[in-house]
């Protein structure tokens, strides 16, 4: 099964997302402008649904 996370995070940049710093395990903290929030993305998405709701945590409609 394929991973989500390159998807994601091409997203999240493209909505002007931007990396923060590393989290636990795999995760990494993003940071948000549209919603003014911290986020974490794991290292490796492998559900649809995780995927629509760490965009969701960015304020970005889904997109799987």
């Not at 998807?7 to 997302?17: F, M, N, P, Q, T």
């Not at 794991?42 to 629509?52: C, E, P």
């Amino acid at each position: 099964m394929a991973s989500y996370t390159p998807s994601v995070k091409e997203i999240l940049r493209a909505h002007g997302c931007h990396f923060e710093r590393t989290g636990r395990g795999d995760h990494e903290i993003w940071y948000s402008p549209i919603t003014q929030r911290r986020f974490p993305v794991d290292g490796k998405i492998l559900s649809r649904h995780t995927a629509n709701a760490v965009l969701r945590q960015a304020g970005i409609a889904k997109q799987f």
